[in-house]
């Protein structure tokens, strides 16, 4: 598989499971489930969470750089939108365990 092939086939996947997480996160919510999966104290999956949403920045942001002037605008829009998810993620999750 050539490199830009590989960058784009591994970019879609990333997209499709956050486009899936995002899904799922909103029928929870919306759902009134919530209170069911997520614990009184959000400082017990707040380490966890923001590790998890720290990789995942890092892996968009590399997807980034390896795919400039190779992306469709729409491909670069959608990667960059995800990033910006991720990085108000991490923000977040920060915020939770008092270091902002």
Not at 9 to 15: E, S, Y
Not at 26 to 39: E, L, M, R, T, W
């Amino acid at each position: 598989m050539a490199k830009r092939d590989y960058i784009l086939h591994n970019f879609w996947w990333k997209i499709t499971s956050l486009m899936l997480a995002i899904i799922v996160w909103i029928v929870v919510h919306d759902s009134g489930a919530a209170g069911d999966i997520i614990p009184a104290d959000p400082k017990q999956i707040a380490q966890t969470q923001l590790e998890t949403h720290q990789r995942r920045l890092k892996e968009y942001e590399e997807l980034h750089r390896a795919g400039a002037g190779q992306m469709t605008d729409g491909m670069r829009l959608s990667l960059e939108s995800g990033m910006g998810h991720e990085r108000e993620f991490v923000r977040f999750w920060r915020e939770v365990l008092g270091n902002p």
